[in-house]
């Protein structure tokens, strides 16, 4: 199994971006898939998750009404919108993926089966 995450990159305070993550090697709509990220010297944190399987999505509290998780089965994708960017949000994110029956514990990283080698995001002031 494999993820591979894209659309990391710099960008001001206030501005937006949107992260991809690939996923391929098991059944797209039977896992959910998630985001966690981790900033220099920090634990790594939950960001975001959503069951493919049926369009339930969980956001942390610092992200939720900035960020927007959402997915494309037909291109096993999942996007990271990402609005009103502030420096707190600097870190490596990660995607990951997990069987369903695991989503209780979503903001658990010991949760996924899968993650993939991250992508930067960097916001500047």
């Known amino acids: 199994a494999k993820l591979v995450e894209s659309g990391g990159a710099l960008v001001q305070a206030g501005g937006s971006l949107r992260l991809s993550c690939v996923a391929s090697?098991?059944?797209?709509?039977?896992?959910?898939i998630g985001w966690f990220r981790q900033a220099p010297g920090k634990d790594r944190e939950e960001v975001s998750c959503?069951?493919?399987?049926?369009?339930?999505?969980y956001y942390a509290d610092s992200v939720k009404g900035r960020f927007t998780i959402s997915n494309d089965n037909a291109k096993n994708t999942v996007y990271l919108q990402m609005n009103s960017l502030s420096p707190g949000d600097t870190a490596v994110y990660y995607c990951?993926?997990?069987?369903?029956?695991?989503?209780?514990?979503?903001?658990?990283?010991?949760?996924?089966?899968?993650w993939g080698q991250g992508t930067q995001v960097t916001v500047s002031s």
């Open positions: 090697g098991f059944v797209f709509g039977d896992y959910a």
């Open positions: 990951v993926a997990a069987p369903p029956e695991w989503l209780s514990m979503w903001q658990n990283p010991a949760a996924y089966d899968y």
């Open positions: 959503i069951n493919n399987s049926d369009g339930t999505t």
